[in-house]
């Protein structure tokens, strides 16, 4: 086991810009992060992502305020979602769900099952609340879902934490630039003092379940989503590339704990333990 704990943090409705195949999802032009960089007053100021890579993402097509850096602390990559349909919780299901044996399983039955701590925070309970015996919690705001990774992260106890952030989405459907301009900024500060007290076998991974572009019209958005890794045991990242499913998420974490058969997705284990 390289990775003691997992927390993935879900940045759920952050985009990349559009994907490949926007076009079948009314989505060309779309570019959630960027639009919104633009509509910010000033310049928008993610010093924390920015040292975890996520101006590394887009290097060609640089974040106004958020550039490279030369020395990124996290692993960087963009995920492409895999599945034809796209409804909100669409890449939810991509990211954790996979054939096993004789049926369809997803990583939270399947690392609760051999034994360890599952605990999920989310704005919904439709598809998380089948997740038994995992602990589930329901939060309306982005402050409350990391109350909940700070509980688990004060909990020695090995296993993983999903957090879905709330206030992405909601902006987004909404068409509200500054209510996800400023959640962004608020985040980048959460994640200031979450990287510092991190412990050295733990796993940090920062990505999104789908987009929501505040100055599009259609969403979801298709585009692009996010894929940062950290770990205070790696000092330096690098890039990941284009990851072709939202799966590799969930196959990293059954890689690490060695539990189910990956069969969706390809773990990214081996290249964030490199030396």
Known sequence: MAFHRIFVLDLAGVGMGEAPDANRFQSVGADTIGHVAVSWPGQLNLPTFQQLGLGNIRITDPIPGVAPVDRPTGFFGRLHMAAQDHGKTTGLREMWDYTGDIRTENVFTTMTSAGYAV???????????????????????????????????????????????????????????????????????????????????????????????????????????????FSPSRQVGHALGIRRTLADVGATILENYGVGTVTAGHSLLNEITQI
């Open 119 to 229: 605990t999920l925070a989310g704005p919904f309970l439709s598809y998380l609340a089948t997740q038994t015996p995992a602990q589930r919690f329901q939060v309306g705001s982005n402050q409350a879902a990391f109350k909940v990774l700070y509980d688990r992260l004060n909990d020695p106890i090995s296993g993983l934490t999903y957090i879905n952030l709330p206030e992405f989405s909601f902006a987004g459907e909404h068409q509200d630039v500054d209510a996800f301009s400023a959640a962004l900024v608020a985040t980048d500060r959460y994640l200031a003092q979450l990287v510092h007290d991190l412990g050295a076998n733990d796993l940090l991974i920062i990505t999104g379940t789908h987009a929501a572009d505040p100055t599009f019209g259609t969403t979801p958005t298709r585009e692009y989503l996010p894929l940062l890794l």
